[in-house]
């Protein structure tokens, strides 16, 4: 009955301060250069293999390309490479996030500016 109990405990520490992923799609529109777009939230974005691509890789990348200096260079090409992962991890430090080049709903919202 206490190992149980322990391991409820830790799990649930575990948890506290974790932000819950959306249960539907997240859509906004932003603006970019000039332009408006659409960006998605709807899964977390890693490198994988198969890479992940798609039309929300790209909304990233392009974003992560205005906002990062060093990213100017990133190819947006919509593939969740080690270079995009870089990039986002280079975010990340910027804006007192964890450094794992993970694109969750954390990351996701500051780098489109959800908050403000």
Do not use: H
């Not at 709807?42 to 990233?60: A, I, N």
């Not at 995009?84 to 280079?90: I, N």
């Amino acid at each position: 009955m206490n190992r149980i109990l322990a391991l409820f405990l830790s799990m649930s520490l575990c948890m506290v301060g974790a932000t819950s992923e959306p249960q539907r799609p997240i859509y906004i529109q932003y603006t970019i250069a000039g332009q408006e777009r659409t960006a998605s939230y709807f899964r977390r974005l890693s490198v994988q293999t198969p890479r992940l691509f798609g039309p929300d890789v790209q909304e990233v990348q392009r974003q992560v390309r205005q906002v990062i200096p060093a990213a100017r260079g990133l190819k947006i090409n919509g593939y969740y490479e080690p270079a995009t992962s870089d990039a986002v991890r280079q975010f990340q430090l910027k804006n007192n996030l964890t450094p794992n080049g993970l694109v969750n709903f954390d990351t996701w919202a500051v780098l489109f500016r959800l908050s403000d």
